[in-house]
């Protein structure tokens, strides 16, 4: 009789081309085999290779299975391992399993009742690809009031309110409304200016920058995270964004200078999204290292073309994000 270890919970909603993008998204690399209806990828941790294969029962044409067992074996040899496994997906579990009894090990996902489905014979775990196939798809709700979205929400709502109550144009209106320089941090000891000042913004245009560019970063970011590390990942490197330029301003005399604005813990949300590409070898999802770091080099370079910006703040919140993530941030699968 056979006996399943473990089933997916009912209702979860899983695809070949979902997974893929997971195991992109994870640090897997995608394998060029020649063999058609299979899609392989690999991860190497510390010169050991973990491959996945993924094969698709109910659509489309499929290589003979014995010539996928042969891949198998092949690659088992050309890449020292043992570790491969394959996640096939079908509407009938049983003549899936007759399908591919040749091989070694395999997950079958049964596409009708929902399930992934782990024999008694079978490992019930690789890596962190089982979580790949719990986590259910992101709804549109959760895209919605993400963490990064409530954060441009309320600097909006601040700026609006702000723009009623006065000119946010004028200094002397900023920093009492929350703007901060350098004898206020430093002689005051008003702490709390490193905070308020990251929702403050100078005029329409500033806001309207800096939110646009949050919108386009941060949610990446929060998506390959999480919740908890994106707040921590954005309001620590503000923190270090702030402390850094009101160094400067106090070392260069400019005691008086108020500064406001979100810029350092945007650089610091791009800081900490290049530590992420780096430990996923270049990908996350849709996101690819060297178009990144062009932009992020074209941020930095318009910050010193521009009058009125606080180049120290996105230097400090750049650093200050990247290191951040290097402290906070772990790749999935990295203790394994």
């Known amino acids: ?116 489905e782990i024999y008694d014979d079978q490992p019930g775990e690789f890596l962190n690809v089982r979580g790949m196939l719990e986590k259910p798809e992101e709804t549109v709700a959760n895209r919605i009031f993400s963490c990064n979205n409530i954060i441009i929400a309320v600097n909006i709502i601040v700026f609006v309110t702000l723009e009623i109550l006065g000119d946010t144009e004028n200094a002397l209106f900023l920093y009492l409304h929350g703007g901060i320089t350098a004898n206020s941090l430093f002689k005051e000891h008003e702490i709390y200016r490193l905070f308020t000042s990251m929702f403050v913004h100078a005029g329409i245009r500033h806001v309207f920058s800096n939110m646009l560019v949050l919108f386009f970063i941060g949610n990446d970011l929060e998506r390959a995270v999480g919740r908890i590390k994106y707040l921590m990942f954005y309001f620590g490197s503000g923190l270090v964004g702030g402390i850094v330029s009101q160094l400067y301003y106090n070392q260069t005399g400019a005691l008086n200078t108020v500064c406001v604005g979100a810029s350092g813990a945007i650089f610091g949300v791009m800081g900490a999204m290049l530590c992420v590409l780096v430990r996923n070898k270049g990908r996350v999802q849709n996101v690819v290292l060297s178009r990144y770091i062009v932009g992020v080099v074209l941020s930095v370079l318009t910050g010193f073309t521009t009058k009125g910006v606080s180049q120290s703040a996105h230097i400090g919140g750049l650093i200050g994000g990247f290191l951040l993530a290097v402290l906070l941030y772990r790749k999935e699968g990295l203790r394994e």
């Open 1 to 116: 009789m056979v006996i399943y270890i473990y089933r997916l919970t009912r209702g979860i909603l899983m695809n070949v081309r979902t997974l893929a993008s997971r195991l992109a998204g994870g640090g897997f690399g995608r394998l060029k085999t020649g063999v058609s209806g299979v899609d392989v990828y690999i991860r190497k941790i510390k010169e050991k290779s973990y491959i996945v294969g993924l094969l698709d029962l109910g659509s489309g044409p499929v290589a003979d299975i014995g010539q996928i067992s042969a891949m198998e074996e092949n690659l088992a040899a050309i890449y020292n391992t043992t570790d491969i496994i394959f996640v096939v997906f079908a509407y009938d579990s049983y003549e899936a399993r007759c399908r591919i009894a040749d091989l070694k090990k395999y997950w079958i996902y049964n596409e009708q009742s929902c399930m992934l």
